[in-house]
Each structure stands twice: as structure tokens, then as C-alpha cells.
């Protein structure tokens, strides 16, 4: 596997490092969009807002918008410019060959099947009795997000639709990528001095970042699985995409079931697969992932046959 570089800071005063960044842009960046909303919307809106009123959609994804940027994309690119003058390489925005996009497009359509199964199994989970009250609590969360989920996703329009895109699927794709592959899955594999360890720690707190507790596992396998797509390629832009097809995905689906006249509480109720479907999608996944690194290790090798060279 391709290893990261290092910079000249402890990994631990790098991770306190970004934190402080991204604690400092988001707060800006979150101030930023609210000022802008009580500027376009009046300042009454935004109190609404703030009091738990989501009646204002345009007003909810601007504040989104300013928030994402200012959670994920700031901060990452701030942080990276700090740790390496070449900031794109430190953030491995390096290019990919053909193959490997495909390979990851074909990758996220096969596995979505099993990523469904994961949904409903983490659903169905019970905490033991003397955690009711905890499970409650984050029953109320996980309520309270797919209420909000379900104002963001309501579109009538194409307009409205491509709004959601780019709130929903680009900048999250991008923003979390370079924040949780490009910054912190780098940081865990300079203080583990281990790929796995660093792909699962980070999918871990990618997963219990969103809040979502009985979502933790899909989301937490994604995540994983994003963070292999960097590590056998070398390149951040194959996770950002697998990212933005699976966001996009949801989106288009929420779009089309409105299209239709289908209520949004049917996202949350996919059809149940055969077992049969189950497999197969375990088979795909598993033999497209080794094909997606048998080819990405190739690419790796070319690379490294030239640049050494180019040095000799």
C-alpha cells in the first residue's frame, strides 16, 4: 500500500491542531450564514430558526451551505496549507486514471444492497435495558434529523433539485472528504504508523460526527470503504466521487419518488431484499474492490518506475 508522508509536527499536536481550525471556521462560517439570511430573509427568520423552526427551506440551506464550507472545505485547506506549501498533494488531490472512476461508480451500485441491509439491521438494534434512557435519547436525535432530512430533501422543482445537489451531495463529498480522508485519516496513519487502523478510526468518527446513531454502521462501513479507495489509489478524488454517488443517489431518489406523488417517509422504507440479492452484492463488492486495487496497485508501480527514472 502506498504510504502517506509526514509532517514535522507530532500527530497528536496536528490532530489538536485541526480541531482548533475547524472549531474556528466553523463558527465564522456558520455566523457568516446567518448574517447573510437575516440580510436576505430579515433577521425575525433567523430567530425562528434558531428557536427550531424549519418552516423557511431557502433560508435553512443557505445557512447549510455557509456551515458545510466552513465544517469541512475551510478548515482542511487551511490545515493543509499549514502542513505542506504543496497543499494539493498533502490533500492527495492527485489525478486518476479512467479506470479507477468506473471502477468506483461500479463499486457503490453493487454495494448498495448490502449498505440497505446494514440500514435495517442498525435500526433493528435494541441497547441493553439499562441503557433505555439512552436509547431514547438518541431515538428524539435521530427523529429530530430525519425531520429536518425531510424538509431539506422536499423539492418541486429542477431548480430545487439542483439546489439540493450541491448542498447535499457536492460540497459534503468534497468538504468531508478532504477534512476526514485528506486530513484526519492522514493524521491517524502518522500516529498509528498503520493504514487500517487509520481507515477505521477515521470512518468511526466520520459516522458518530453526523449524530445519527442508528445509522452508525452503514455509514461507518461507507466511510471505511471511502478510506480504502485512498489508500489503494493514492488519489482523494475517487472517494469524492463514490461520496457524491452515494449522497446523489438519495437525492435523485427523494426527487423522483416526489415527482411521483410518493410520500418521503417511503425513503426511509426500502423494499426488502432475497437473500439471494444479499450475496450477490457481497460477491460484486468483494471482486470489483480487488479489482479496483489490483488496478490502482499497477498505476502505483508505473508511477513509481517513472519517478525513479526520472531521478536516476
Given at each position: 500500500?502506498?504510504?502517506?508522508?509526514?509532517?514535522?509536527?507530532?500527530p497528536?499536536?496536528?490532530?489538536?491542531?485541526?480541531?482548533?481550525?475547524?472549531?474556528?471556521?466553523?463558527?465564522?462560517?456558520?455566523?457568516?450564514?446567518?448574517?447573510?439570511?437575516g440580510?436576505?430573509?430579515?433577521?425575525?427568520?433567523?430567530?425562528?430558526?434558531?428557536?427550531?423552526?424549519?418552516?423557511?427551506?431557502?433560508l435553512?440551506?443557505l445557512?447549510?451551505?455557509?456551515?458545510?464550507i466552513?465544517?469541512?472545505?475551510?478548515p482542511?485547506?487551511?490545515?493543509?496549507?499549514?502542513?505542506?506549501?504543496?497543499?494539493?498533494s498533502?490533500?492527495?488531490?492527485?489525478?486518476?486514471?479512467?479506470?479507477?472512476?468506473?471502477?468506483?461508480?461500479?463499486?457503490?451500485f453493487?454495494?448498495?444492497?448490502?449498505?440497505?441491509?446494514?440500514?435495517?439491521?442498525?435500526?433493528?438494534?435494541?441497547?441493553?435495558?439499562?441503557?433505555?434512557?439512552?436509547?431514547?435519547?438518541?431515538?428524539?436525535?435521530?427523529?429530530?434529523?430525519?425531520?429536518?432530512?425531510?424538509?431539506?430533501?422536499?423539492?418541486?422543482?429542477?431548480?430545487?433539485?439542483?439546489?439540493?445537489?450541491?448542498?447535499?451531495?457536492v460540497?459534503?463529498?468534497i468538504?468531508?472528504?478532504l477534512?476526514?480522508?485528506g486530513?484526519?485519516?492522514?493524521?491517524?496513519?502518522?500516529?498509528?504508523?498503520?493504514?487500517?487502523?487509520?481507515?477505521w478510526?477515521?470512518?468511526?468518527?466520520?459516522?458518530a460526527?453526523?449524530?445519527?446513531?442508528?445509522?452508525?454502521?452503514p455509514?461507518?462501513?461507507?466511510?471505511?470503504?471511502?478510506?480504502?479507495?485512498?489508500?489503494?489509489?493514492?488519489?482523494?478524488?475517487?472517494?469524492?466521487?463514490?461520496?457524491?454517488?452515494?449522497n446523489?443517489?438519495?437525492?435523485?431518489?427523494?426527487?423522483?419518488?416526489?415527482?411521483?406523488?410518493?410520500?418521503?417517509?417511503q425513503?426511509d422504507?426500502?423494499?426488502?431484499?432475497?437473500?439471494f440479492?444479499?450475496?450477490?452484492?457481497?460477491l460484486?463488492?468483494?471482486?470489483?474492490?480487488?479489482?479496483?486495487?489490483q488496478?490502482?496497485?499497477?498505476?502505483?508501480?508505473?508511477?513509481?518506475?517513472?519517478?525513479?527514472?526520472?531521478?536516476?
Amino acid at each position: 500500500m502506498p504510504d502517506y508522508g509526514s509532517t514535522k509536527r507530532h500527530p497528536f499536536v496536528s490532530l489538536i491542531l485541526l480541531l482548533l481550525i475547524i472549531l474556528v471556521c466553523a463558527f465564522v462560517f456558520t455566523l457568516t450564514g446567518l448574517l447573510t439570511a437575516g440580510i436576505i430573509y430579515g433577521f425575525s427568520e433567523v430567530t425562528k430558526f434558531l428557536s427550531s423552526d424549519l418552516s423557511n427551506q431557502p433560508l435553512i440551506k443557505l445557512v447549510q451551505i455557509f456551515s458545510s464550507i466552513g465544517t469541512f472545505v475551510a478548515p482542511a485547506i487551511i490545515y493543509a496549507r499549514l502542513a505542506d506549501s504543496d497543499w494539493r498533494s498533502y490533500l492527495k488531490l492527485n489525478t486518476a486514471v479512467p479506470v479507477l472512476f468506473l471502477f468506483t461508480i461500479i463499486i457503490m451500485f453493487f454495494s448498495t444492497p448490502l449498505i440497505e441491509l446494514s440500514i435495517e439491521i442498525n435500526r433493528n438494534m435494541k441497547l441493553p435495558a439499562i441503557l433505555k434512557n439512552a436509547e431514547e435519547w438518541m431515538r428524539n436525535q435521530e427523529n429530530q434529523m430525519a425531520e429536518l432530512t425531510k424538509q431539506l430533501l422536499t423539492m418541486k422543482t429542477v431548480t430545487a433539485l439542483m439546489v439540493n445537489l450541491i448542498m447535499i451531495a457536492v460540497i459534503p463529498a468534497i468538504g468531508e472528504e478532504l477534512i476526514f480522508r485528506g486530513c484526519f485519516q492522514r493524521i491517524f496513519k502518522d500516529l498509528f504508523k498503520n493504514n487500517h487502523l487509520a481507515v477505521w478510526t477515521t470512518a468511526i468518527i466520520f459516522s458518530a460526527i453526523h449524530m445519527q446513531f442508528f445509522g452508525f454502521i452503514p455509514r461507518m462501513l461507507l466511510g471505511a470503504m471511502f478510506g480504502y479507495l485512498l489508500v489503494w489509489s493514492n488519489t482523494l478524488w475517487l472517494p469524492i466521487l463514490a461520496h457524491f454517488v452515494n449522497n446523489a443517489a438519495a437525492v435523485i431518489t427523494a426527487y423522483v419518488y416526489q415527482q411521483q406523488g410518493k410520500s418521503l417517509d417511503q425513503l426511509d422504507q426500502p423494499e426488502k431484499s432475497s437473500w439471494f440479492i444479499y450475496v450477490l452484492s457481497l460477491l460484486a463488492t468483494a471482486v470489483f474492490l480487488w479489482g479496483f486495487y489490483q488496478n490502482a496497485k499497477k498505476r502505483n508501480t508505473v508511477l513509481e518506475k517513472g519517478n525513479g527514472a526520472r531521478l536516476g
